[in-house]
């Protein structure tokens, strides 16, 4: 599965942006899927995970700094993901990666096997 971000830009503080991580060579519907990101000097580092599509829906969860602003979804029929992001602050700035969980706990990026290329945000104060 080969997977590409895409999304990023320059938007103020305050301002929204929905990222997009579209699949292919394969379906992602068989995976579960995260969001991480990457400050300059810094580790990469768990922002959000949805789960594959059950009988009770999917289950997501959110690194604490974003809970309340950004939303996880997917749209198998898509073979996409997305990552919305409302009320930017300048401490979101990083390079964001999707990635699809392999195995082991999703706040780990060791977890995960499939990552897209990064796509930049940055948000000015």
């Known amino acids: 599965v080969q997977l590409q971000a895409s999304g990023g830009g320059l938007v103020q503080a305050g301002g929204s942006l929905r990222l997009s991580c579209a699949a292919s060579g394969g379906t992602i519907s068989r995976y579960a899927l995260g969001w991480f990101r990457q400050a300059p000097g810094k580790e990469r580092a768990f922002v959000a995970f949805v789960s594959v599509i059950g009988w009770s829906g999917v289950n997501t969860d959110y690194a604490d700094s974003v809970k309340g602003r950004f939303t996880i979804s997917r749209d198998n029929a898509k073979n996409t993901m997305y990552l919305q992001m409302n009320s930017l602050e300048p401490e979101d700035t990083a390079v964001y990666y999707c990635?699809?969980?392999?195995?082991?706990?999703?706040?780990?990026?060791?977890?995960?096997?499939?990552w897209g290329q990064g796509t930049l945000v940055t948000v000015s104060s």
């Open positions: 990635a699809t969980l392999q195995d082991g706990s999703y706040y780990s990026s060791h977890s995960y096997n499939y």
